[in-house]
């Protein structure tokens, strides 16, 4: 099965802040990945797509990029909204795995 | 728009079954895989089962392999999971999803989920 390992665990930032969140897959993806956002009591919402694909609607501050086993989500400056947690997910081939989460809290 | 209504969710004894349904409007559901993702409470997301549009494709995590069934049917617009031999580990909110299209097995459109709770 692919692990998927995301870092921080954590993340403290302040709004306004550029914040980056990795990923890293135990087997190559190629650009098998997504990643989510959710917030407290709601249910994840998906924000970006085959490692760069941004979904409709999702604000441009968010953007994705990677190739292979490591993969970055990036909030180009963050907003009060964006406080959060975010996974990411592999789905090479019919196995689907999430990363265990990172939490961005206010700084 | 999508809309995805889990229900069958409740408190089992170990050891026990349920079966969850889901059922689906707002998209043509005969075209869509579907899957089962599970949250435990304060926990991360975990995949739990996955079929394909017209359910010749079936798979399953290795942690509920041998316990669950995923199952649709497509004249009812609706997805089920049917849950044996239930362990408390298996407490989760259970979310009803929509897939992006083969090989694109992203998590698109999300249920409000139903709660599982396993315990005696």
């Known amino acids: 099965d692919i692990q998927m390992t995301q870092s921080p665990s954590t993340l403290s930032a302040s709004v306004g802040d550029r914040v980056t969140i990795t990923c890293r897959a135990s087997?190559?993806?190629?650009?098998?990945l997504a990643w989510y956002q959710q917030k407290p009591g709601k249910t994840p919402k998906l924000l970006i797509y085959d490692a760069s694909s941004l979904k409709s609607g999702v604000p441009l501050r968010f953007s994705g990029s990677g190739y292979g086993t490591e993969f970055t989500l990036t909030i180009s400056s963050l907003q009060p909204d964006d406080f959060a947690t975010y996974y990411c997910?592999?789905?090479?081939?019919?196995?689907?795995?999430f990363g265990q989460g990172t939490k961005v809290e206010i700084k | 728009q999508v809309q995805l209504v889990e229900s069958g969710g409740d408190l089992v004894r170990p050891g026990g079954s349920l079966r969850l349904s889901c059922a689906a409007s707002g998209f043509i559901f005969s075209d869509s895989y579907m899957s089962w993702v599970r949250q435990a409470p304060g926990k991360g997301l975990e995949w739990v089962s996955s079929i394909s549009s017209g359910g010749t494709i079936i798979n399953y995590a290795d942690s509920v392999k041998g316990r669950f069934t995923i199952a649709r049917d497509n004249s009812k617009k609706s997805l089920y999971l049917q849950m044996n031999s239930l362990r408390a580990d298996d407490t989760a909110v259970y979310y009803c999803?929509?897939?992006?299209?083969?090989?694109?097995?992203?998590?698109?459109?999300w249920g409000q989920g139903t709660l599982v709770t396993v315990s005696s």
């Open positions: 087997q190559t993806l190629s650009t098998w």
């Open positions: 999803v929509t897939e992006g299209n083969p090989p694109q097995f992203y998590f698109d459109n």
């Open positions: 997910q592999q789905y090479n081939g019919y196995s689907r795995t």
